[in-house]
Each structure stands twice: as C-alpha cells, then as structure tokens.
C-alpha cells in the first residue's frame, strides 16, 4: 500500500519561499510509470493543482502559479518536493501531495495534506 | 472559478438516490478527456471514488456510479447512508492542467 506524507513548515512569511517535502513510502517513487503531484485548497475552498513531476525530472505546472513554482524530485530518499516563491496570503492552504497516474491523469494516493499559513 | 461547474449542495435523505453533475466544456471534458470523482470527509484528504467516468477502485462501494455524456459528467450515490455525508469533486484535464470542479457538500438528512 503507497502512502505518501507531507512535512515542512507550518508558518511562512510573506515575500517568503514555502518549501514542502513528499515522502513516498510503501514503493519505490521510480517503479510504474507515474507522476507525483502537488495540489493544494484554501480553507473553506476548492482544490487546486499546482504541478507533477515524474521520475526522469520531467515537471508540467500550473500556468497560474508556473512563475513561481518549482517541484523536484530526489529518488535515492523516495521524495518530491515543492517550492513556492514570493508567497502571500492567498497562498494560505492545506497542501497535498497525491501520485499521478498516467493515461488517466487522476490521483490515485493522497498524503494526509498540511497547513501552510503565510503571515508575518 | 473553478474550470468545471457543479452544484454548491445536494442533498437527500437515508436510502434515497442523489446525483451531482460536473459540466465542463469543449476544451476539457467535451474533448474527450475522462472525468474522475473524489470524496472528501470533513478534516480528511480526498479519496478516489471513480476513475476514467465510470470505473470503481477497489474498496469503493457499488453505490456509487459515474457517467459521462457531451461535456458533463454525473455521479450517483444509490442507498444514501449517512456516512456518504461528504465534499464530491469531480476533476478532468484541459490544456495540459488538471482542472477541477468547485465541490459539491452532500448532506444526508
């Protein structure tokens, strides 16, 4: 069974870069052909993807946030990270990440989300 | 506003049948892209509950059934039971994202 779990800081101040980490455990993040996601959802709101990476470093992103998002991957610790730069407030949310399969492009696995709040 | 459009709320009673339609477009699920629907418990992340318009994962009650037709899709929940008390999202592809609807909380009265 793939479980998947997100870690990083829970406060981050404005202008600031968020950094969050995805550990995949249960499988190796190289075997099957698929992609790793972020998605995240503000409080009260709906959810939103923000970009994928698969094993070979490949990414796709988000239109509206791809000036200020990079998503990495690092296969020896079975990881995917995310980066956001420049954040505000309304990048305030519940941060997931979820594994991508491909020739369907639905998220099969989800980790448990964490809260990322921007304030000073 | 999200790029699928479903209902803010439905909502039924114990044994009852509910369905919460996700329309889209041309350039998402009209262009022939899958639909695919999730369940969100209250404090939890969203579950898989359809993948590819109307297939069930393993573990997933048979329930709960999807279609897709033109540029909309549906899901149907057969048997209401109070635990199916939930946010549904429905979710496809357009222009090389992942788009999805707005959420619709299903309350069982």
Redesign the interface.
């Known amino acids: 069974q793939v479980q998947l779990q997100e870690s990083g800081p829970g406060l981050v101040k404005p202008s600031q870069t968020l950094s969050l980490t995805c550990t995949v455990s249960g499988g190796s993040i190289s075997s099957g052909s698929y992609y790793w996601?972020w998605?995240r959802q503000p409080a009260g709101k709906?959810?939103?993807?923000i970009g994928r990476i698969y094993t070979s470093g490949s990414t796709?992103y988000?239109?509206s946030l791809k000036s200020r998002v990079t998503i990495s991957v690092d296969t020896s610790k079975n990881q995917f990270s995310l980066k956001l730069s420049s954040v505000t407030a309304a990048d305030t949310a519940v941060y997931?990440c979820a594994r991508?399969?491909p020739n369907?492009?639905?998220?099969?696995y989800?980790?448990?989300?964490t809260l990322v709040t921007v304030s000073s | 506003q999200s790029v699928l459009t479903q209902p803010p709320s439905v909502s039924g009673a114990p044994g009852q049948r509910v369905t919460i339609s996700c329309t889209g477009s041309s350039s998402n699920i009209g262009a022939g892209y899958d639909v695919h629907w999730y369940q969100q418990l209250p404090g939890t992340a969203p579950k898989l509950l359809i993948y590819g318009n109307s297939n069930r994962p393993s573990g997933v009650p048979d329930r709960f059934s999807g279609s897709k037709s033109g540029t909309s899709a549906s899901l149907a929940i057969t048997g209401l039971q109070a635990e199916d008390e939930a946010d549904y999202y429905c979710q496809s592809y357009d222009s090389s994202l992942a788009v999805f609807g707005g959420g619709t909380k299903l309350t069982v009265l």
């Open positions: 996601s998605i709906g959810l939103e993807w796709n988000n239109p997931y991508d399969v369907g492009d639905y998220f099969d989800w980790g448990q989300g």
